[in-house]
């Protein structure tokens, strides 16, 4: 059994709620779009697949409970009600990826005119219920493509594998991205030991990665993103992996605040630096990472742990919760469901690695 961020069956859904984590472990429903926006805003769930689930299925619950006599009304609502939810959180692109997915397929809904609007909602329910199966077989794919180039790398030898943030089954709909690499290689005998960041200010590394690391009872150490550099020049890191919210164009990645300066560190140590993730979180749409929109937190989320204050009253804070690692940084590659991208100063069209590509 691996943990669980998201409890669905058609008209319920129930995610454990990220805030609480790792001292309690509580479910919280969510009844329609405006619980999951919440839900969102307030990171009670996140990570950008979990996110992107959790709001397509917010939707599905409050469809299940609705009911359209027309077909327009029902798209009016789901678009309407899409749009919003791409709004609760900028940087990572799978909502708003989703999004265009269903608007797009709720349109060849409405050109079959004489479809009743009840069997166009169900069928647009179950699109979004396809999200949940469809991340976890991406998600075990990345895994898979990960940890093969990895070993290859490496001789096939047991690697030690440095990683930033919550990329698992508390970030998806289960296994994880670039801790489904971690997980890959440990299935497989080849993970010596993992090494996770605190993940400051927001300690998603402290309380969720290593929640799920000493779930799965892998060889698992924590440290501060302070440590990175030291880490690097100590402990013979294998590799880094990390995940994203953002590949555009041109390789830029936006991610976790920290990905940048692990890059940084990674490349003059010689360390291999690699971002997984699946397809839906290519936004070919922007250029560079200078268009890449960089969600500010609030101050608070430096200033208190638990309430508790930890910083001087009166001191000016800055709170950017993701920064964007330049694709030349990326010397490992990006590793999708399709294979391996490998971002050296070139364009996407001519790099991503895989079978049955159609960009
Ligand atoms: O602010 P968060 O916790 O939503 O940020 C999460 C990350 O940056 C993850 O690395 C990214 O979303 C990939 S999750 C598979």
């Not at 997980?183 to 309380?207: A, D, I, M, W």
């Amino acid at each position: 059994m691996t943990l669980q961020a998201i409890k669905y069956e058609r008209g319920r859904l129930d995610i454990l709620d990220q805030l609480l984590l790792p001292d309690t472990s509580r479910y919280v429903p969510i009844k329609d779009t405006e619980d999951g926006w919440q839900a969102i805003k307030k990171m009670q769930v996140r990570g950008a697949p979990a996110i992107a689930i959790v709001g397509c299925l917010s939707l599905g619950v409050e469809l299940t409970n609705k009911t359209f006599h027309k077909l327009s009304d029902l798209e009016e609502f789901v678009v309407e009600r899409l749009n919003y939810l791409v709004t609760a959180r900028p940087t990572a692109v799978n909502m708003a990826d989703a999004a265009a997915r269903f608007i797009d397929f709720m349109e060849t809904l409405v050109v079959e005119a004489s479809l009743d609007p009840e069997e166009a909602k169900n069928r647009i329910i179950q699109e979004f219920e396809s999200l949940l199966e469809e991340d976890i077989t991406t998600n075990k794919q990345i895994g898979k493509n990960g940890a093969e180039d990895i070993l290859k790398k490496c001789g096939n030898r047991p690697v030690r594998i440095l990683t930033h943030c919550n990329t698992g089954s508390l970030a998806t709909a289960g296994y994880g991205t670039a801790l489904g690499v971690v997980r890959c290689l440990h299935e497989q005998g080849k993970l010596k030991e993992v090494f996770c960041t605190e993940t400051r200010p927001y300690n998603q590394g402290s309380r969720l990665t290593a929640y799920e690391l000493v779930y799965e009872k892998m060889n698992a150490t924590l440290i501060c993103d302070s440590m990175a550099a030291i880490l690097m020049r100590q402990k013979d890191i294998s590799a880094v992996v990390v995940g994203a919210d953002r590949v555009v164009a041109n390789g830029d990645t936006a991610n976790k605040i920290g990905t940048y300066q692990l890059a940084v560190v990674a490349k003059y140590h010689s360390v291999p630096f690699y971002v997984a993730c699946p397809l839906t979180s290519f936004d070919r749409s922007k250029e560079s990472g200078a268009e890449i929109e960089i969600e500010e937190r609030p101050f608070e989320e430096l200033t208190f742990i638990k309430g508790v204050k930890i910083a001087a009253e009166g001191i000016n804070c800055w709170n950017p919760a993701f920064d964007v690692t330049p694709a030349d940084l990326i010397t490992g590659g990006i590793i999708t469901e399709l294979g391996e991208a490998l971002f050296k100063h070139m364009i996407l069209e001519y790099i991503l690695i895989g079978p049955g590509l159609d960009l």
